[in-house]
């Protein structure tokens, strides 16, 4: 039975993939900070109690600026595979508080890589890197673009992406960035922009809001589903060799098309309802985000089921039916017809 330990479990990324690899059969660890009220909303539905019997999941105390600990963890469980997904991971945010946002972001990714290093075993990593990453760099942007960070957590992330290559090199670890670009679901933080626009176009139908705030308009993503990127961190772990690999749909979409995505699945005009916030907006801007994912298509011949309009219909099902509001069900039918025989649990 292999082990895998995920920084960052309770998060989007991590509790999907915690579901992926126990249908796999692994043990899985996950590193929680410990706090005054509940914060394993995403993954208790996989969570057993440890007096039970045949349990595969474990959550041990922890953080990634506490290196001792980060150690006597990767010492204690000696996993087989490392998945860092653990981050100050909002961009607006790491314009407010950059210093934090290098300690956990960047700094976080040397202590575990260090942990790794000193066991002296032989442990397969994988880094969270991302497309913000490229910043300013003209789309479409690929594993050999030329990166052009455009904000503390961008730059943060750019340290890890380094530190990773470099340990790969240095001292033959194991180690591999994935850079995977905007990855949604039902299960993303209610601040990033993906799931404020379609909590607020629920929110807005039941009469529970009257207005969506936001930023600018015009920046453009490459927005994917993320169920189908956690398969993609495991694949990558799975080959002989260590690399990088650019994941993403190939296309890109402003923030205007997803908020007229969103309240027009709704049946809702959004100018009726969308107003201008300038603390939304970004110092520095990333104004168009686009995957070249020729290497991922050529080496795991992958490539992405759910395209963005898709993506909005399972979003808005999913908060509905979380509102108490009846879904409208598109998304619904469009998960059983892609994925009929999914390993995640139905949002």
């Not at 960052?8 to 996950?30: F, M, N, R």
């Not at 300013?136 to 380094?162: D, H, N, R, V």
């Not at 995977?180 to 990033?192: K, Q, V």
């Not at 308009?217 to 490459?222: F, G, I, T, V, Y």
Request: aromatic content about 12%; charged content about 25%; overall charge positive.
């Amino acid at each position: 039975m292999k082990k895998a330990l995920i920084t960052g479990i309770t998060g989007q990324d991590g509790s999907y993939l915690a579901e992926l690899l126990l249908s796999k059969g692994y043990e899985v660890h996950g590193i929680i900070r410990r706090a005054s009220t509940f914060n394993t909303a995403r993954i208790n539905h996989i969570y057993v109690d440890q007096h039970s019997k045949g349990v595969k999941l474990f959550l041990h105390f922890g953080d990634i600026s506490d290196a001792e600990q980060i150690n006597n963890i990767v010492f204690n469980i000696k996993p087989d595979e490392v998945y860092h997904l653990a981050a100050q991971s909002h961009v607006r945010v790491s314009f407010d508080i950059p210093e934090y946002t290098g300690n956990i972001t960047g700094l976080g990714t040397t202590r575990i890589l260090e942990a790794i290093r000193r066991s002296g075993r032989k442990i397969k990593f994988y880094q969270a890197s991302s497309s913000e990453m490229f910043g300013s760099a003209l789309p479409p942007q690929s594993e050999t673009t030329q990166f052009q960070p455009q904000s503390p957590y961008a730059c943060a992330k750019l340290y890890s992406y380094w530190l990773t290559k470099n340990y790969r090199d240095g001292y033959n670890i194991f180690a591999c960035n994935g850079i995977l670009f905007n990855h949604e679901s039902p299960r993303r933080g209610e601040t990033f922009v993906s799931r404020k626009v379609t909590r607020a176009v629920v929110n807005i139908l039941a009469g529970k809001q009257d207005k969506l705030y936001l930023g600018n308009l015009e920046a453009k993503r490459d927005w994917g589903y993320a169920p189908e990127y956690v398969e993609m961190m495991w694949k990558i772990l799975q080959q002989d060799k260590p690399d990088d690999y650019v994941t993403g749909t190939g296309e890109s979409h402003s923030v205007r098309e997803l908020v007229e995505e969103a309240f027009g699945y709704v049946g809702l005009k959004w100018k009726n309802y969308v107003c201008i916030d300038q603390r939304y907006f970004r110092p520095t801007e990333v104004n168009c985000l686009i995957a070249d994912i020729k290497k991922v298509k050529k080496v795991f011949k992958w490539q992405s089921k759910i395209k963005f309009n898709d993506l909005v219909k399972i979003m808005i099902d999913a908060d509905m039916r979380a509102s108490g509001v009846e879904p409208i069900g598109e998304g619904d039918k469009l998960l059983q017809k892609k994925f009929p025989n999914r390993w995640w649990k139905a949002d």
